[in-house]
């Protein structure tokens, strides 16, 4: 007779503790750890190459902490269910639940082959602090603006879950099944992996390490701090909480025995947006393809290779936006600050719509995020819930000089501007070629023209933003 066990399945949740499912399933009995790699879904909704290299990584590390017993697939999750189930003798499959539309569409097929089969499916919630199916509005529909959702919806709600106790799962060791997670590592690109290795540390243990770094400096001026692109202040956990090998109860937690309360209660909203991301998300599955404001789908928008490839490579002309489009490309990550710049200079400026930059994010992000990334792109644009209003657009010459006045974080990633004094570094191009040249430096050659005008191009977003009014 074949033994009974049961099967966790790993998602974005590449953890070992405080890890509900797993917790959950190994008090049950013996545990089958499984990681589908699921490449039936449409390709938007398959991880960009970034993510694709740090998953590789994360699973290996994963794979190592459970004495290699963690068996990936590569296929239709219901395929690989349907094999296991025949192979052995399962009483219960358990995950941790996602939010996000295509994966709660596979869930519930699962779910039905599983129930004709006899089979539990049981979802827990470890990736989120508060269940966001159930944050409505007292009227019964979900809310649409941050600070009320926040303050009302979350914190009136109860406080998050505390993280459980540390704990060894149950693994339950198969030498019958073939892990694919070597086959996984042809699907990777060596570059990105190459940036990992440079700029990362990858797994469970390297998302509490970089918290512990976190906490002992980052959380102490954090508020002010976050905004300022060369500072050490913000946390870099996004990868991390992303791949779940953090949950953000353990960091909630973490941080609350920190009694800095104006930078802690500052942070704590920032996990705060991403709750609304993710009930944004729930709520409106389209959330990441559809202006959530329908007036948008009338917006005016335009479209130029050449002009969308000089904002990918970080060769705009424009200092500010150029440095963080190549943190983005050399590091897998860009300050919140800068992708708030790069988003804006994109829809505002050159009219381009927000899903080419989301798309570009997803591929090169290693946070890259259906639910953070659709909410912060539409926030951005203005078509979003409680979005930054349309008519704000941020001028990157000031940005740059209130956020990076000394311009350090300009130099390390625009080097061919660093022999320029500070005072010429945020819009080169309004200096003399004569003053330019005693730095041995010449506009169109050592750096490129702008490739628009800023206050011609703010002037025009203003424009098509109110043609878009007059036409809705
Ligand atoms: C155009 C645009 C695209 C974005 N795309 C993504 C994405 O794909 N993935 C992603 O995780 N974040 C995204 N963000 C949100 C934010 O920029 C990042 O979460 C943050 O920069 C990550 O760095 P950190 O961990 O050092 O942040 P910290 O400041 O240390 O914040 C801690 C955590 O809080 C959450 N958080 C912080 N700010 C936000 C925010 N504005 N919205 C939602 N959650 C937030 C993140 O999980 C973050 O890791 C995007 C923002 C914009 C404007």
Redesign the pocket.
């Known amino acids: 007779m074949k033994e009974k066990i049961v099967i966790n399945w790993f998602r974005n949740d590449l953890r070992i503790q405080d890890n509900l499912s797993l917790y959950y399933a190994s008090k049950l009995s013996k545990t089958l750890c499984v990681y589908i790699y699921d490449d039936s879904y449409e390709p938007q909704f398959l991880p960009g190459s970034a993510s694709k290299a740090w998953l590789f990584r994360s699973l290996n590390e994963l794979n190592e902490t459970l004495d290699n017993n963690l068996k990936v697939f590569i296929g239709d999750a219901v395929n690989v269910f349907k094999k296991l189930t025949t192979k052995f003798e399962v009483s219960d499959v358990f995950c941790n639940k996602s939010y996000e539309p295509q994966q709660i569409e596979k869930d519930s097929q699962i779910k039905d082959y599983l129930s004709e089969i006899g089979i539990n499916f049981n979802s827990s919630n470890s990736s989120l602090l508060w269940d966001t199916e159930k944050i409505l509005k007292d009227d019964g529909t979900p809310y649409r603006v941050f600070t009320p959702f926040y303050k009302k919806g979350c914190l009136v709600y109860g406080d998050p879950r505390p993280p459980l106790p540390d704990f060894t799962p149950n693994v339950f060791q198969s030498e019958l099944l073939i892990s694919e997670l070597n086959v996984l590592s042809e699907l990777i690109d060596d570059d990105w992996d190459k940036k990992i290795k440079k700029n990362w540390h990858v797994g469970e243990s390297a998302a509490l390490n970089q918290l512990d770094i ?1 906490l002992q400096n ?1 959380i102490y001026n ?1 508020k002010d701090g ?1 905004n300022f692109p060369d500072n050490l202040n ?5 990868p991390h ?2 791949f779940g090998e953090i949950s953000p109860n353990q960091i909630w937690y973490a941080i609350n025995e920190n009694n800095n309360e104006r930078n802690v209660s500052h ?1 704590k909203s ?2 705060g ?2 709750e ?2 993710n009930n944004l998300l729930y709520f409106n599955p389209n959330f990441p393809t559809k202006n959530f404001q329908q007036k948008f789908d009338n917006f005016p928008w335009e479209f130029d290779t050449e002009i969308f490839n000089s904002w990918k490579n970080g060769t705009t002309g424009i200092p500010i936006v150029d440095a963080g489009m190549r943190e983005l490309s050399e590091t897998g ?4 600050r800068l ?2 710049i790069v ?1 804006s200079f994109l829809v505002k400026n050159l009219l381009i719509h927000w899903s080419y ?2 798309e570009w ?2 591929e090169c ?1 290693f ?3 259906l639910a ?2 659709s ?3 539409q ?2 644009a203005g078509s979003g819930a409680d979005a930054a209003p349309y008519f704000r657009i941020f001028n990157p010459i000031l940005q740059s000089q209130k956020f990076d006045p000394d311009g350090k974080y300009i130099k390390r990633f625009v080097p061919e501007l660093s022999k320029l004094p500070v005072e010429f570094l945020f819009s080169p191009w309004d200096v003399k070629d004569s003053e330019l040249l005693k730095y041995d430096f010449k506009m169109g050659e050592d750096y490129p023209f702008p490739i628009i005008d800023l206050k011609f191009s703010r002037q025009r977003a203003l424009d098509s933003f109110q043609k878009m009014g007059e036409k809705s």
């Not at 913000?234 to 996004?238: H, I, M, P, Q």
């Not at 990550?333 to 919140?336: A, L, Q, S, V």
């Open positions: 976190f980052g954090y976050r913000v946390s870099r956990l996004s909480l992303h942070f920032e996990l947006w991403r609304f991301s990550y860009m300050h919140n992708r708030m988003g930059g989301a994010f997803w992000l946070d890259a995020d953070n990334n909410a912060g792109w926030w951005i």
